[in-house]
């Protein structure tokens, strides 16, 4: 595993070479602007943002019997942190590389188009797993507060991901407070289940760090895999839950961690990869998934 402390390894000047040539690929691939973010239905109605994203199908007739990655679309405050990004960063990429591995290492079958929803959807119900992706500057309207504690409440899975710092977790923590005000987030142990059911996650939780793709590509040198966010080194990575009052988890947060850029990125780099992508966010995201669907 990648050690977070500097590295004394010395680059060789093939190696210096090598290294701004795929941060330079890797830093034009951005996910940008997209055109039709209000409209868009599923992930396949998105271009690739990286290195193209894989094609399945299901058997005939079991095609609606499936798993599907649902995210959430959502606004952005005018205020707040300075580093927030939007709803559909790592879109589409990372919905769809997830699915394909959900579908090649386990039993259960997956939708191979995802699906993009808002919170005040008819269909949300329709749909037990959503995703939101750098909420720390997430702004919900009423409506949508409270159908996210209706859809939560009725059986619902939330997964919040890829937001760093204090500044964007409070922001986020807030949001969520308005639809449970007498909830409150807690931090689960490693011995958890979640990170046992199906890939045995045994490493201290700081280990669970996904960089973005530049800063793990750098951190075979560096050993640094954490963010800056609004002056703060995020250091340390926390993993958060909201259970109901039976004791159902209703919702995950993964914070100070890139998950998305995981499931995104996994074919840019061969270390960042074998780093990131199989040892933390794949078997995370699979986790987290078959946990949430048999609890």
């Avoid at 649902?70 to 405050?77: D, E, G, L, Q």
């Avoid at 504690?149 to 964007?168: H, I, P, S």
């Avoid at 988890?249 to 998305?260: K, L, P, V, W, Y």
């Amino acid at each position: 595993m990648i050690s977070l402390q500097p590295s004394p390894k010395k680059l060789s000047l093939l190696g210096v070479f090598a290294l701004v040539v795929a941060l330079s690929v890797a830093q034009f691939r951005g996910e940008g602007w997209l055109p039709n973010a209000d409209t868009v239905k599923t992930a396949r109605e998105v271009e690739s943002h990286s290195t193209g994203t894989p094609m399945w199908t299901n058997s005939v007739g079991f095609e609606r019997d499936t798993f599907t990655f649902a995210r959430i679309r959502f606004h952005r405050a005018p205020y707040g942190t300075r580093s927030g990004g939007n709803w559909h960063t790592d879109f589409p990429d990372s919905d769809l590389n997830l699915s394909h591995r959900l579908q090649q290492m386990t039993s259960i079958k997956v939708n191979p188009d995802g699906r993009v929803l808002n919170l005040t959807d008819k269909e949300l119900a329709d749909y037990p797993w959503i995703y939101m992706v750098e909420p720390g500057r997430m702004l919900l309207t009423d409506e949508e507060v409270v159908a996210l504690r209706k859809y939560l409440l009725n059986g619902g899975f939330l997964m919040a991901d890829d937001f760093w710092g204090e500044v964007q977790w409070d922001n986020f923590a807030s949001q969520l407070k308005r639809a449970f005000p007498d909830r409150e987030f807690t931090e689960l142990p490693m011995e958890h289940p979640i990170f046992h059911c199906v890939f045995d996650l045994q490493m201290p939780k700081n280990k669970l760090q996904v960089p973005n793709i530049r800063t793990g590509m750098e951190s075979q040198y560096s050993g640094i895999t954490w963010e800056y966010h609004d002056g703060e080194e995020c250091r340390e990575v926390h993993v958060r839950a909201l259970f109901d009052d039976k004791g159902r988890m209703m919702a995950i947060a993964t914070h100070n961690t890139d998950n998305g850029d995981g499931w995104e990125r996994e074919g840019e780099d061969q270390y960042f990869f074998r780093t990131f992508s199989e040892k933390i966010s794949f078997p995370l995201g699979i986790n987290i998934i078959t946990y949430a669907m048999t609890h």
